[in-house]
């Protein structure tokens, strides 16, 4: 085991543990749908809060193998779960906007209802036992705004907020997640077939290096299209990353 990753999990844990504290809060609530990310986020949770940590399985025309992959972190770190299946829901909402099932893949409007579905519930649930909603996204998605404005945008803490994707990926080969889980492509699920990077236009690995090239302002051997590529997404999505704007009127 990577000890210095194992001091960094230990220190995400007692990060997540202060946020509850701090908001009076009893426990945290999170989606966990059987990816990289929220596997690792629901340990670190679990640890943090032991008796207290609630998994929601929210299946919306999902991958079966997805469900599976959760119950394999679920049952190898005891992570108490509650599945809803979301995928009536889900349409009964297109049939409400009249929109045509075929439209499904590569619409937009149509695959963002997922995450902002499934916010739906989670806030119910932590409504109901008073937890924090705990976001499972990444610095490598944040930075571009590869997420979903409130939906799993729409939470209240981010443990692997600051945390590349690569990053996350060493540190849940630490935590011990199960290695199908860390070696899938990862993938949003919005439409069948879909993958994180295809839609990125690049691997993490390549999106990383990118990233961390424009913070330290040196992007010698970087590919200058990819990062004019990185540079457009950050620009056209930092909407995403700030709070609405308020106009104050001084001549009321």
Not at 131 to 152: A, C, F, R
Request: with cysteine.
């Amino acid at each position: 085991m990577n000890t210095k990753l194992k001091i960094v999990a230990e220190e995400l844990s007692g990060w997540i543990r202060a946020q509850v504290e701090e908001a009076s809060a009893a426990g945290v609530v999170l989606g966990m749908s059987g990816g990289l990310d929220s596997s690792v986020t629901a340990v670190l949770c679990k640890y943090a809060c032991p008796k207290n940590t609630l998994g929601l399985i929210l299946p919306c025309r999902s991958d079966p193998e997805d469900i599976e992959h959760v119950k394999l972190v679920t049952d190898k770190f005891d992570i108490e779960t509650r599945t809803i299946e979301v995928s009536p829901v889900f349409a009964a909402v297109i049939e409400t906007l009249e929109a045509a099932a075929d439209t499904e893949k590569g619409d937009i409007a149509i695959s963002n209802l997922k995450p902002r579905l499934r916010m739906l519930f989670l806030y119910y649930f932590a409504n109901k036992h008073n937890y924090l909603v705990v976001g499972t996204g990444n610095k490598s998605e944040l930075m571009i705004g590869y997420y979903t404005k409130y939906g799993d945008g729409g939470v209240d803490i981010l443990p692997l907020g600051d945390f590349l994707k690569t990053e996350v990926k060493a540190l849940a080969e630490t935590l011990g997640i199960p290695k199908a889980i860390i070696d899938k492509p990862p993938s949003a699920g919005l439409w069948a077939g879909q993958t994180d990077e295809s839609e990125i236009g690049m691997s993490y690995e390549e999106l990383d290096t990118v990233l961390n090239a424009i913070e330290s302002a040196d992007l010698a051997g970087c590919d200058r299209d990819k990062v004019a590529q990185v540079q457009k997404k950050i620009e056209t999505t930092a909407h995403k990353r700030k709070t609405p704007p308020v106009a104050y009127l001084r001549s009321i």
